[in-house]
T-cell receptor, first 116, second 112 residues
């Protein structure tokens, strides 16, 4: 089954404790992206990647890191989480990321993170 | 920054009625997409319309795009209770290297 898988789905952590949210897709998509969703703010893009070893900042990259060492994986790293990073996080992938624009995004089910 | 803004923020209708949601954006785009989200779940792609297209249909969905007004509308005809969800537009602005930006969404409630 074609899917984007995120883990963990739910996490409660404390300020400053490094964590990684994994994202994996099995559709051989070039394009992958991370979003956070907060009430009243919609989805805001954190980072995106157009292919292996190519990553770019989205609108809210501060406090986050990503890597794209393999095509299928795009982990989101919070080196020192803070309470303002409490949010619902989504990973997504797409088969296109070219001059013609971003194609249909396939989303994971989300990771709800709480930082105390 | 938010590229797309949906209007209205919330919409409540009865089953069988049509629902219309609007999206306005700020800069020229390659594509505009509409997505649906059920209560905290992952978003699901509904339809993509390219900047050189004016109208697109998919089942009960009809999307229009007016690039001169930088706006799009999503029409859901003969709505059902199962259409209750949040709907988001997303734009891929020219010159932003494939950065897809979402609006804040319209929350649709369809009652029996």
């Amino acid at each position: 089954e074609a899917q984007v898988t995120q883990n963990p789905r739910y996490l409660i952590t404390v300020t400053g404790k490094k964590l990684t949210v994994t994202c994996s897709q099995n559709m051989n998509h070039e394009y992958m992206s991370w979003y956070r969703q907060d009430p009243g703010l919609g989805l805001r893009q954190i980072y995106y990647s157009m292919n292996v070893e190519v990553t770019d900042k989205g609108d809210v990259p501060e406090g986050y890191k990503v890597s794209r060492k393999e095509k299928r994986n795009f982990p989101l790293i919070l080196e020192s989480p803070s309470p303002n990073q409490t949010s619902l996080y989504f990973c997504a992938s797409s088969p296109t990321g070219l001059a013609g624009g971003v194609g249909e995004l396939f989303f994971g089910e989300g990771s709800r993170l709480t930082v105390l | 920054s938010q590229q797309g803004e949906e209007d209205p923020q919330a919409l409540s209708i009865q089953e069988g009625e049509n629902a219309t949601m609007n999206c306005s954006y700020k800069t020229s785009i390659n594509n505009l997409q509409w997505y649906r989200q059920n209560s905290g779940r992952g978003l699901v792609h509904l339809i993509l319309i390219r900047s050189n297209e004016r109208e697109k249909h998919s089942g009960r969905l009809r999307v229009t795009l007016d690039t001169s007004k930088k706006s799009s509308s999503l029409l859901i005809t003969a709505s059902r209770a199962a259409d209750t969800a949040s709907y988001f537009c997303a734009t891929d602005a020219i010159g932003t290297a494939s950065k897809l930006t979402f609006g804040t969404g319209t929350r649709l409630q369809v009652t029996l």
